[in-house]
């Protein structure tokens, strides 16, 4: 027959692996959501022919000419050599010589909304494994509790941001120039 402190030491240790489970879960969770954001990053072209199939008319565009002036507005049209931009009402056309760079206004999408949601999780499970090391932490769901909580903070921490930044991806970078 055990005794109470051999009792208490099986306690102990399989609140310790359930624990290293459940961090070890969030963790890969974590993992696969950084490796796909960085894997859907586009490379900026360098010709204004091969921009033609990364953009759709009205597109939101920033325009950046080889004098460091810069344009903003919607895509009217783009051709092999040229690209021109309704700029409040004008329309401006850039050819591809007097282009620096192209940058596009992205939606802000779910991807950095899943990788706050991921890090809050792994935050919210970490800080609740660490504030509670007694009988309760091992219990999964006590520390689904705090996961989710961390979750819900950081997908909401990373939308609230989004509401107030634009988001513009480089998508044209003129050869010969390199990015800073």
């Known amino acids: 027959m055990k005794t109470i ?3 208490n030491d099986a306690k102990r240790e399989y609140m310790v692996h359930a624990k290293l489970n459940h961090l070890h879960f969030i963790g890969a969770i974590v993992v696969v959501i950084l490796t796909a954001t960085i894997s859907w990053a586009q490379q900026p072209v ?3 022919q091969e921009l033609q199939s990364k953009l759709k008319a009205d ?4 325009v950046i000419d080889r004098n460091g002036k ?3 507005g919607r895509l009217v049209v783009i051709s092999a050599s040229a690209l021109t931009l309704d700029v409040r009402g004008v329309h401006q056309q850039f050819p591809e010589a007097a282009i ?3 940058k596009i206004r992205r939606p802000h999408g779910g991807k950095t909304t899943l990788l ?3 890090i809050g999780g792994l935050a919210g499970g970490a800080a609740l494994a660490a504030a509670h090391p007694g009988a309760d932490s091992a219990n999964p769901f006590t520390t689904s509790v705090g996961v989710m909580a961390g979750v819900g903070i950081g997908a909401g921490v990373v ?3 989004h509401l107030f930044t634009k988001r513009y991806q480089t998508v044209f ?3 010969g120039i390199k990015k800073p």
Request: no cysteine; glycine share 4%.
């Open 173 to 175: 970078i003129a050869s």
């Open 5 to 7: 402190d051999e009792k």
């Open 59 to 62: 597109d939101e565009l920033k």
């Open 100 to 102: 620096r760079e192209v």
């Open 159 to 161: 939308a609230l941001k």
């Open 46 to 48: 360098h010709s204004v």
């Open 116 to 118: 706050g949601a991921a």
């Open 70 to 72: 810069t344009s903003e």
